[in-house]
């Protein structure tokens, strides 16, 4: 488990430069980027591999859902547009359980 735990978050990371990580045993793992052009790319792992067709939910600083979200065959999601600054929480879910949940701000791009 250590080894496949390894080779997949060695594999996700050479793929793209994702800058948040979290995870606990027998949950799924997000990563995810955010860009300056109000874009957060979210990947998504269950047990070594993409996890298909998981949901990624997007929650306002309030708790409430704002836009819900499914993976890709690569175990990706793109979500673009966001109007408001944030703060904002995502979560991913499988048939296995939820990720961890990351909170973030829109970028604004004009910060230094």
Same mark, same amino acid.
């Given at each position: 488990?250590?080894?496949?735990?390894?080779?997949?978050?060695?594999?996700?990371? +050479?793929?793209?430069?994702?800058?948040?990580?979290? +995870?606990? !045993?027998?949950?799924?793992?997000?990563?995810?980027?955010?860009?300056?052009?109000?874009?957060? /790319?979210?990947?998504?792992?269950?047990?070594?591999?993409?996890?298909?067709? !998981?949901?990624?939910?997007?929650?306002?600083?309030?708790?409430?859902?704002? /836009?819900?979200?499914?993976?890709?065959?690569?175990?990706?999601?793109?979500?673009?547009?966001?109007? +408001?600054?944030?703060?904002?929480?995502?979560? +991913?879910?499988? /048939?296995?359980?939820?990720?961890?949940?990351?909170?973030?701000? /829109?970028?604004?791009?004009?910060?230094?």
């Amino acid at each position: 488990m250590k080894q496949l735990l390894k080779a997949s978050l060695f594999s996700v990371l +050479a793929a793209a430069p994702f800058l948040s990580l979290n +995870a606990q !045993a027998g949950q799924p793992m997000m990563y995810t980027q955010q860009t300056p052009a109000s874009t957060v /790319r979210v990947l998504v792992y269950q047990d070594g591999q993409p996890a298909v067709n !998981a949901k990624v939910k997007l929650y306002s600083s309030s708790g409430d859902l704002r /836009r819900e979200y499914t993976t890709n065959n690569n175990g990706r999601v793109v979500i673009s547009n966001l109007a +408001a600054p944030g703060p904002f929480e995502l979560v +991913a879910e499988t /048939r296995s359980g939820k990720s961890m949940p990351q909170n973030f701000s /829109r970028y604004s791009g004009s910060e230094k």
